[in-house]
């Protein structure tokens, strides 16, 4: 599942989305852990932002929706989403 997420047509959780913020010159990848999704640390988020990082806070492959999404993602595709966000 190397797709990324959340698909097209997914009903994500309310507060559950992603999130990005334009900053200074310097930027922070903030993720949430394996149960959990970027509401979770949109409050870290949102600090950093506040004084001046760039922000980028993505939605892990199988987080976010319904509990079955989560069982054919493999850390292989948390890592990659987190390598796309990075760049």
């Given at each position: 599942m190397t797709a990324d997420w959340p698909p097209e047509g997914a009903v994500v959780v309310p507060g559950a989305e992603p999130w990005s913020a334009a900053g200074?010159?310097?930027?922070?990848?903030?993720?949430?852990g394996?149960?959990?999704?970027?509401?979770?640390?949109?409050?870290?988020?949102?600090?950093?932002?506040?004084?001046?990082?760039?922000?980028e806070v993505p939605l892990l492959p199988g987080h976010g929706t319904k509990v079955?999404?989560?069982?054919?993602?493999?850390?292989?595709?948390?890592?990659?989403?987190a390598e796309r966000s990075l760049a």
């Open positions: 200074g010159p310097h930027g922070a990848l903030v993720l949430h394996f149960t959990g999704n970027c509401s979770g640390v949109r409050p870290v988020a949102e600090a950093l932002h506040a004084v001046g990082f760039a922000i079955e999404d989560l069982l054919p993602t493999t850390f292989d595709d948390w890592y990659e989403a």
